[in-house]
């Protein structure tokens, strides 16, 4: 996924502006497409530029007043071919994966203490899609758009539920090894 397929499919879901856009980037795409403001603003030029998104008109211009973007005809048909292009999954990279094996070679170092960091880190980030869910996803919530943002939701839900397994694992294996490496 790239940013500006990012920015052009919230555009379409509500025209908004950039600070906008942040936020909403801050409180649901964010979760799996991060990017920082200045990342945001710099596409909203570049779109605006490709002539895949516009500034709306605005009733009286005011100096300073904040821009709100509306996606155009070709940003639509570009969002539409993006969607129906293959894309093969992308190699995973973490760095506390890294670590650990660094620590194969190193010593474990403080380890058990960063797994269980990382341990309530996950839990309160399942907390936090779990309460989306709660709150934006009652029963009867059946249009395809809903339905749409409710598997991606459970794709970080599922997500959540492999790293807190595996840190529960990797943190058993971390503690039996330094129980007795004396550590």
């Known amino acids: ?88 999954p992308k190699p995973m990279r973490d760095a506390l994966l890294l670590r650990l094996r660094a620590a194969g070679v190193v010593g474990l170092q403080g380890l058990g203490p960063e797994l269980r960091r990382h341990l309530e880190l996950h839990r309160e980030q399942l907390a936090k899609y779990e309460a989306i869910e709660a709150k934006d996803f009652p029963p009867g919530r059946d249009a395809v758009e809903d339905r749409l943002r409710r598997i991606v939701l459970h794709g970080g839900i599922a997500l959540e539920g492999f790293w807190l397994a595996w840190l529960r694992e990797a943190l058993a294996e971390v503690e039996a090894m330094e129980g007795t490496s004396g550590a």
Do not use: N
């Not at 509306?70 to 048909?77: F, I, K, Q, T, Y």
């Open 1 to 88: 996924m790239s940013l500006p397929h990012a920015i052009l499919t919230a555009l379409l879901e509500k025209p908004s502006s950039g600070l906008e856009l942040t936020r909403r980037f801050d409180k649901s795409i964010g979760y799996f497409w991060s990017a920082t403001h200045q990342q945001i603003y710099r596409e909203l030029g570049r779109l605006e530029e490709a002539g895949l998104i516009r500034e709306l008109p605005s009733e009286v211009p005011v100096r300073g007043q904040k821009k709100e973007y509306e996606v155009l005809p070709d940003g639509s048909a570009e969002l539409a071919r993006w969607v129906d292009e293959s894309q093969d």
